[in-house]
């Protein structure tokens, strides 16, 4: 990794930008995510991503979006590693019917359409979940109500493809020696599957979760951009980005309120490719 030009670039590309995100608005004034007088001024000292059509900071915006955007796709990730890990570690190491059984779970799943999936989950669930949040006083769960069933439903849909890889590796590794003498030693199942079998698939793991976080940060994005999403007066890149794509017109364009967000998603999205790419060629044992 260290010998990579590529990867330590994109490492400091991330951590710049998701060090921007948390720790500078923290620094800003609020006022400035609130409407004002200066409608879609141009970029300025003062406004160096110029303003929106509510007078607001756009630089503000995107640092406070980038927030919504990081989130989800680091917790939707989350989410879909440890459901895809734990499917595919079972359905690997038991093999036969039950192997056949959950790998068709996995096929069925595959054939779901994912905007139908996560419309009905918002639809059914979002008013419930306000309702018990209001309940036991969580009024934080309340305002993000949306973003938490986005992180569930993204991550539910993405830990299919995870579990087909971390099952085709157990199917290589239960055959192995140190599974044998395992079983020979008497250790349990369960003791096998965490103490053998996963710090095996740390590197393969730890490779698909840097390229998973960029799917679901573009499944969130392109759901804002389409109003199904993150709703106002919350923010992510996506939803910015409709904002952006609404105010370009063939009399006027405020540019500004596209470029800026696509920039700041662009920058994010190629660095943790380059990075999981680069792990992964740091993990390949034949290279």
């Given at each position: 990794?260290?010998?990579?030009?590529?990867?330590?670039?994109?490492?400091?590309?991330?951590?710049?930008?998701?060090?921007?995100?948390?720790?500078?608005?923290?620094?800003?004034?609020?006022?400035?995510?609130?409407?004002?007088?200066?409608?879609?001024?141009?970029?300025?000292?003062?406004?160096?991503?110029?303003?929106?059509?509510?007078?607001?900071?756009?630089?503000?915006?995107?640092?406070?979006?980038?927030?919504?955007?990081?989130?989800?796709?680091?917790?939707?990730?989350?989410?879909?590693?440890?459901?895809?890990?734990?499917?595919?570690?079972?359905?690997?190491?038991?093999?036969?019917?039950?192997?056949?059984?959950?790998?068709?779970?996995?096929?069925?799943?595959?054939?779901?359409?994912?905007?139908?999936?996560?419309?009905?989950?918002?639809?059914?669930?979002?008013?419930?979940?306000?309702?018990?949040?209001?309940?036991?006083?969580?009024?934080?769960?309340?305002?993000?109500?949306?973003?938490?069933?986005?992180?569930?439903?993204?991550?539910?849909?993405?830990?299919?493809?995870?579990?087909?890889?971390?099952?085709?590796q157990v199917l290589s590794l239960k055959s192995r020696q140190f599974v044998a003498a395992a079983k020979v030693l008497g250790q349990s199942h369960v003791a096998?599957?965490?103490?053998?079998?996963?710090?095996?698939?740390?590197?393969?793991?730890?490779?698909?979760?840097?390229?998973?976080?960029?799917?679901?940060?573009?499944?969130?994005?392109?759901?804002?951009?389409?109003?199904?999403?993150?709703?106002?007066?919350?923010?992510?890149?996506?939803?910015?980005?409709?904002?952006?794509?609404?105010?370009?017109?063939?009399?006027?364009?405020?540019?500004?309120?596209?470029?800026?967000?696509?920039?700041?998603?662009?920058?994010?999205?190629?660095?943790?490719?380059?990075?999981?790419?680069?792990?992964?060629?740091?993990?390949?044992?034949?290279?």
């Open positions: 990794m260290l010998r990579n030009p590529s990867a330590l670039v994109s490492a400091g590309i991330l951590a710049a930008v998701v060090l921007a995100c948390i720790v500078w608005p923290v620094f800003l004034p609020a006022s400035l995510g609130e409407p004002g007088p200066n409608q879609y001024a141009p970029p300025t000292w003062e406004h160096p991503f110029g303003t929106d059509l509510n007078g607001r900071d756009q630089f503000y915006r995107v640092l406070v979006g980038g927030r919504v955007s990081l989130l989800v796709g680091l917790c939707g990730a989350g989410v879909s590693l440890f459901i895809g890990t734990a499917w595919g570690l079972v359905a690997g190491y038991a093999g036969g019917r039950t192997d056949a059984w959950m790998m068709r779970v996995v096929d069925v799943l595959y054939s779901v359409p994912r905007l139908i999936f996560i419309l009905i989950a918002i639809n059914a669930f979002n008013s419930q979940l306000q309702g018990w949040a209001s309940g036991i006083g969580w009024d934080w769960l309340v305002r993000s109500s949306r973003i938490a069933i986005l992180i569930v439903t993204l991550g539910v849909i993405e830990w299919l493809t995870m579990a087909r890889i971390v099952r085709g096998i599957l965490l103490r053998h079998l996963l710090p095996n698939l740390g590197g393969v793991i730890l490779v698909y979760l840097t390229l998973t976080i960029p799917a679901v940060i573009i499944d969130e994005s392109f759901l804002s951009f389409l109003g199904l999403g993150i709703q106002a007066p919350q923010a992510s890149w996506g939803s910015l980005l409709a904002d952006g794509a609404g105010a370009i017109n063939p009399l006027k364009s405020f540019w500004w309120l596209l470029v800026f967000p696509a920039a700041c998603m662009s920058l994010s999205l190629l660095a943790l490719n380059f990075l999981g790419d680069a792990l992964r060629d740091a993990f390949d044992p034949r290279d």
